[in-house]
């Protein structure tokens, strides 16, 4: 009877430490930081939206040709960026039935044209039409195939492609712009397709729908377009949409696509002319002390609890809110946009936290850079410092807790037009530009421009970064550049 009690301890025992070794697996699995599993790049930017690479194998040189591992034509246009889970690789892209109006590099040709006309004394009514004649393709003008491509990681081709909608579009666009700059974003489960004004989509990874929720078309400024990308909180999907009719912020059951709550915004509108759309992406801040959605508008930047509550909100933003928030070694780093400052708050904020005049810091603000911000690109945050890029290639570098400027200089005579946010790894920053260059360079204290790699096509989405290889997107290809053995 002992002999049989012994052995039912000792079972029960192995019982127990079986489950608590299955449970001490489950819980170091859970807590591998999500870039370190390395064929996951869910959403814009990365998983920490900080895009910053691992593995010491990615490559630092290429070309159309050199380290090219596959390259795949996308048809259309489309400035959303590749997402990767499973094996899979997911874009988005729209076709044009007969012609569309091409893109062209900088910011300011659409200003220049402007000006350009008042100086030949041609009335303001007929400058704004010819402005929108040349750079602006409105709905009416347009019939439009929605896609969304899957391919295979590590061949480039073809699993399946869908086309998620046909049509109109809900608003125009600017020239410049895509009518699906926004990012899917993935769970490893399904994928999830956000066009702003439009709908949203949930498809599984054989490319099989699972469910559809329309939303209503709000106008955008001047018709310029969308371009704030989804993002997941746990089992929520969240959007933020700031229109020129009613700003807000929504989440949606991921499961069936019912909007589980919306909170209005009133953001911006206190310049001339009244201004209230936005491009930036939400973030989704997990901390010690709860998990937020920071979200940048025209002025101020909110943040909301997950049931989409306000926490606290900071003015201090631009107009035209584009760089997408992110978190870095226990702080979030807000770039407030093109001539505002560059922010790094602590956890834990509750109220307005916004600075005083001639304040530089408070209770929640660790610092801020007097215009540190920029317009089109996100900073990232590598090895202690935080890089920023203007859309004219002027980059700076700060020292992530302290907010030291380090350098501020030009990249290259040749380096004059990004909107593709920098990325880094292996001590290197990259650069991408409008016209397909990367300009490498070396991270450390002292500027050091290293090389230049060509693609030699137009450039502006941002590239996924999954174990040794880059995924990088260009008007028309997609490439996955690898270093060869």
Request: proline share 6%; hydrophobic share 35%; charged share 20%.
């Amino acid at each position: 009877m002992r002999s049989m009690q012994e052995t039912n301890r000792t079972l029960k025992n192995l019982y127990l430490l079986l489950r608590l070794s299955g449970l001490v697996c489950a819980l170091l699995l859970m807590s591998l930081p999500v870039h370190g599993q390395d064929m996951v790049w869910p959403q814009f930017r990365g998983p920490e939206s900080n895009p910053v690479g691992t593995h010491a194998r990615l490559a630092e040189r290429w070309s159309k040709t050199e380290n090219v591992e596959w390259s795949q034509e996308i048809p259309g246009r489309g400035w959303s960026s590749p997402i990767v889970t499973r094996g899979r690789v997911y874009l988005t892209t729209v076709t044009t039935e007969g012609k569309s109006k091409p893109p062209q590099t900088g910011t300011e040709y659409s200003n220049e044209y402007v000006a350009e006309l008042m100086k030949q004394g041609v009335p303001m009514e007929q400058v704004i039409k010819r402005v929108t004649e040349r750079d602006i393709e409105l709905p009416n003008e347009v019939t439009l195939h929605y896609f969304i491509y899957c391919l295979n990681l590590k061949s480039g081709k073809l699993d399946w492609k869908r086309e998620f909608y046909t049509g109109h579009p809900p608003g125009g666009r600017h020239r410049k712009n895509s009518f699906v700059s926004e990012s899917p974003v993935t769970d490893g489960r399904h994928v999830y397709v956000y066009v702003a004004n439009l709908g949203l989509w949930a498809f599984d990874l054989k490319g099989k729908l699972a469910w559809t929720t329309p939303l209503e078309a709000n106008p955008i400024y001047l018709d310029f377009g969308t371009g704030s990308s989804p993002a997941l909180a746990g089992d929520l999907l969240v959007i933020l949409s700031d229109n020129e009719k009613q700003q807000y912020i929504a989440a949606f059951d991921k499961q069936t696509g019912k909007q589980a709550w919306c909170t209005n915004r009133d953001l911006g509108g206190r310049g001339q002319p009244v201004q209230r759309s936005g491009w930036a992406t939400p973030f989704v801040w997990r901390h010690a002390r709860r998990t937020e959605i920071v979200a940048v508008g025209p002025g101020d930047v909110v943040s909301y609890d997950l049931a989409g509550k306000e926490l606290w909100r900071m003015s201090g933003m631009a107009a035209t809110p584009i760089p997408t928030p992110f978190a870095y070694d226990g702080l979030l780093y807000i770039d407030g946009g093109r001539g505002r400052p560059l922010f790094a708050i602590r956890p834990g904020a509750v109220g307005n936290i916004s600075l005083g005049q001639d304040q530089t810091s408070n209770e929640y603000v660790v610092w801020s850079q007097a215009r540190g911000g920029t317009y089109l690109p996100s900073p990232v945050a590598y090895q202690g410092a935080v890089y920023t890029l203007t859309e004219t290639g002027i980059l700076n570098r700060f020292d992530a807790k302290t907010g030291k400027q380090i350098y501020k200089t030009r990249i290259d005579t040749t380096a004059t037009a990004f909107t593709t946010s920098p990325w880094a790894y292996n001590g290197k920053l990259f650069c991408l530009s409008e016209e397909g260059q990367t300009f490498v360079i070396a991270t450390g204290e002292e500027f050091q421009l290293l090389h230049v790699n060509e693609l030699d096509d137009m450039a502006q989405a941002s590239p996924a970064l999954v174990g040794d290889r880059l995924l990088i997107r260009t008007e028309r290809r997609l490439y996955s550049i690898r270093r060869k053995t």
